[in-house]
């Protein structure tokens, strides 16, 4: 082959690594905008969930007040009067209740905003924050919720990102239990620390993950048929954990049903 000849190849070559650069760059492009396509979907659908735990935990507030309102008007209506520490009384139980609600608004509005800064937070506050915005539900099922707290490891970073994958997990054991209609349904979560690392473990007892391999539960629009499921749920949650967090998420079947956990490097 002559220099000609070899440099017309080197050229050649040279123009197709470039092709194939590029075609990588696009690809990686497409993917990533695939990934915030699902994390918005994501996020709209914990919305969705979040704005039914609202009602939920504003249901009895409700009632409460009027309950309220319906004693002073019979008061005034039938008895023609009501007297000034009553009144006061009950005014005092109304600011109480609208206390009440608009920090439960308030808990929810932080949850979704946009966290500018990595910071430290205790796993125990996150973990109260999640069962908090999840807990009307589980109680309007039925399912027990058991918190077993060995330690309470410290981590760094974005804290409600922590909060938003627990209550995707607590959300479809509360979705498992309720598809196959399990007599006493219950959660347990189970914190502890090995080494540098924190582990959280959510254990259902609906009986387990049939499905295989059984990480296929992480794949995105895989809902086991949940009523109105998105499927990207857990998926988000895999990703959120080990590209934001540096940790790994995985699931086995436990004793009584699934067990899915979350290990994540302290620092």
């Known amino acids: 082959m002559n220099k000609n000849s070899l440099e017309e190849e080197n050229q050649r070559l040279k123009q197709e690594i470039e092709n194939l650069k590029s075609k990588v760059k696009q690809e990686i492009e497409h993917n990533r905008r695939n990934d915030e396509m699902l994390f918005q979907q994501s996020k709209m659908a914990s919305m969705g969930e979040m704005i039914g735990n609202i009602a939920h935990q504003w249901r009895q507030p409700l009632m409460e007040l009027s309950s309220i309102f319906m004693l002073i008007q019979s008061r005034i209506e039938y008895e023609g009067k009501i007297s000034n520490t009553e009144l006061l009384k009950q005014i005092e139980k109304s600011e109480e209740i609208t206390s009440y609600m608009s920090q439960t608004i308030e808990d929810f509005r932080n949850f ?156």
């Open 112 to 267: 979704f905003a946009k966290e500018k800064k990595r910071e430290e937070y205790r796993l125990s506050k996150q973990i109260s924050l999640s069962v908090s915005m999840v807990n009307n539900s589980l109680k309007q099922n039925n399912i027990k919720l058991e918190i077993l707290l060995h330690k309470n490891p410290k981590h760094y970073g974005y804290k409600n990102e922590y909060a938003q994958v627990l209550i995707n997990i607590l959300n479809n054991a509360r979705d498992a239990l309720l598809l196959k209609n399990i007599e006493n349904p219950k959660i347990i979560l189970t914190v502890d620390k090995v080494d540098n690392f924190s582990i959280l473990t959510v254990e259902d007892n609906a009986g387990g993950i049939t499905i295989k391999p059984i990480e296929k539960v992480f794949e995105p629009f895989f809902t086991l048929d949940k009523k109105d499921g998105t499927g990207i749920g857990l998926f988000m949650s895999k990703l959120i954990v080990e590209n934001n967090m540096n940790g790994k998420l995985f699931v086995e079947n436990g004793k009584n049903g699934a067990k899915f956990i979350i290990k994540i490097p302290l620092y």
